[in-house]
């Protein structure tokens, strides 16, 4: 069974940094990608970060706004996906989910192309 569970979502002030977690079971990175995806409350679905293996290197992809700010890393010893973000600003402010998919890249970094989901965690940066 495929599931994925996140977790390290808070409350913080801008400046300052989170580390959310995704452990992952039922699937293997060397076949799917994991991307991170966040929701503000009244917008849609978008993609901040996804991440693959190909052959012994890691292929990770990010979205402009969080370039340079936020990071995506796996322990494939653990089975789990993380994301530093630092820099942290309100408009990072959502829930935050990790998804699995093919492949990770900007034209796949899209909620359709996801096809098992975690529940979510919040994430909320105070001015």
């Known amino acids: 069974e495929v599931q994925l569970v996140e977790s390290g979502g808070a409350l913080v002030q801008a400046g300052g940094s989170l580390r959310l977690s995704c452990a992952t079971s039922?699937?293997?990175?060397?076949?799917?990608?994991v991307g991170w995806f966040r929701q503000a409350p009244g917008k849609e679905r978008e993609g901040v970060a996804c991440?693959?293996?190909?052959?012994?290197?890691?292929?990770?992809y990010y979205v402009d706004s969080v370039k340079g700010r936020f990071t995506i890393s796996s322990d494939n010893a653990k089975s789990t996906v993380y994301l530093q973000m630092n820099s942290l600003k309100p408009e990072d402010t959502a829930v935050y989910y990790c998804?699995?998919?093919?492949?990770?890249?900007?034209?796949?970094?899209?909620?359709?192309?996801?096809?098992?989901w975690g529940q979510g965690t919040q994430v909320t940066v105070s001015s």
């Open positions: 998804g699995r998919s093919a492949y990770c890249s900007g034209h796949y970094l899209r909620p359709s192309l996801y096809d098992f």
């Open positions: 039922g699937f293997s990175y060397d076949d799917y990608a």
């Open positions: 991440i693959s293996r190909s052959d012994s290197d890691s292929i990770s």
